[in-house]
């Protein structure tokens, strides 16, 4: 299996646009989480889905953040309008079951300028 | 709010020396788990800890979790340039929502 997939790996961006990030979860897998990396606050969940439906996005941070799972093999965060302080590393991981053996991609760099 | 706090948050060795590295909590886990992350990377899983006093071992890396279940430890012996990388300790909060904590990171020189 090739892991968890994202795309773009890094982007680009002014501040005000619309950014999209996508991910591909591992095959058979059933939750899919979204998670940030920042220097200053560290690894932070922001939502999860359990086959393909929204559990928990208590950590979305606002309404300018959106993520949507429209099946089992691909899901998207998108940032609508963006901002420097969404600067961040974002990443998608994939589990399998009630085991917490989550498998994170190699993540989007994200910087909005 | 439950949080976890590890120390140091910086560790640069030379290559051969031992470390440990810490992750404490006021707040009791069922389990506590451990990850390496690597530049450009995201964190790989490296063990599970689920009972108070468990101690694993995985080549020359030790995890313990505490009797309480509020803390872990990993013990890194021999150190070798490729255990560089930001070690990042985790728990459940509930349902499958995880924390993390900031993270040592390692650096070992040749």
């Known amino acids: 299996d090739a892991g968890v997939i994202q795309s773009p790996r890094h982007e680009v961006t002014e501040m005000g646009q619309e950014v999209t990030l996508r991910c591909k979860p591992i095959s058979g897998h059933d939750y899919l989480f979204w998670y940030r990396q920042t220097m200053m606050r560290g690894l932070e969940l922001l939502i999860y889905f359990n086959n393909n439906v929204p559990i928990d996005d208590s950590g979305m941070p606002e309404d300018r953040f959106s993520a949507k799972m429209p099946n089992a093999s691909f899901s998207t965060l998108k940032i609508q309008p963006s901002e420097p302080r969404d600067s961040a590393v974002y990443f998608c991981?994939?589990?399998?079951?009630?085991?917490?053996?989550?498998?994170f991609g190699a993540g989007t760099r994200l910087s909005v300028l | 709010t439950q949080l976890l706090e590890q120390s140091p948050q910086f560790l640069s060795i030379q290559e051969g020396e031992n470390l440990t590295v810490y992750c404490n909590s006021s707040s009791v886990f069922s389990s506590l788990q451990w990850y390496r992350q690597e530049p450009g990377e995201g964190p790989v899983l490296l063990v599970t800890v689920v009972t108070g006093g468990e101690v694993k071992k995985l080549k020359r890396l030790t995890f313990q979790f505490g009797d309480a279940r509020k803390d872990s430890s990993l013990h890194i012996t021999a150190a070798q340039p490729g255990d560089t990388g930001l070690y990042l300790c985790a728990a459940y909060t509930g349902g499958f929502k995880t924390i993390f904590g900031a993270g040592t990171r390692l650096f070992v020189k040749a």
């Open positions: 991981a994939s589990k399998q079951g009630a085991a917490n053996i989550q498998y």
